[in-house]
């Protein structure tokens, strides 16, 4: 059974940098599923898509929206991959999932070809 996991800090002061780690276990996962996302969710609002990495080749594709901010990356020694949110501010608090895929954007747990993390949440305050 393959299993997420996303670690990382609950509390982030304004204008400082965000980093959480996604640890990947379990199954065989890396041929099916070669894309590795982070989604977030603001309170009161729906999934958003940030980016993804492949786990062959390490590309990375980001949000129009997002891709001056933030910067996906892995590390396929651990099966991790970590996202980074650079000036955060408090509209960047959200519950941020992580998501391996067979397709490049996953915006809902519930679709085939996808598992997800339980969720961390992130609030941006100081």
């Known amino acids: 059974q393959v299993q997420l996991q996303e670690s990382g800090p609950g509390l982030v002061k304004p204008s400082q940098p965000l980093s959480l780690t996604c640890t990947v276990s379990g199954g065989s996962f890396t041929t099916d599923y070669n894309y590795w996302s982070w989604i977030r969710q603001p309170p009161g609002k729906g999934l958003e898509w940030m980016g993804a990495?492949?786990?062959?080749?390490?590309?990375?594709y980001y949000s129009p929206s997002l891709k001056s901010r933030i910067s996906i990356s892995r590390d396929t020694s651990k099966n991790q991959f970590t996202l980074q949110v650079n000036s955060v501010t408090p509209v960047d608090t959200a519950v941020y999932y992580c998501a391996i895929a067979d397709k490049l954007v996953v915006t809902t747990p519930w679709e085939s070809g996808s598992y997800w993390g339980q969720g961390t949440q992130v609030t941006v305050s100081s």
């Open positions: 990495v492949e786990y062959n080749g390490g590309s990375a």
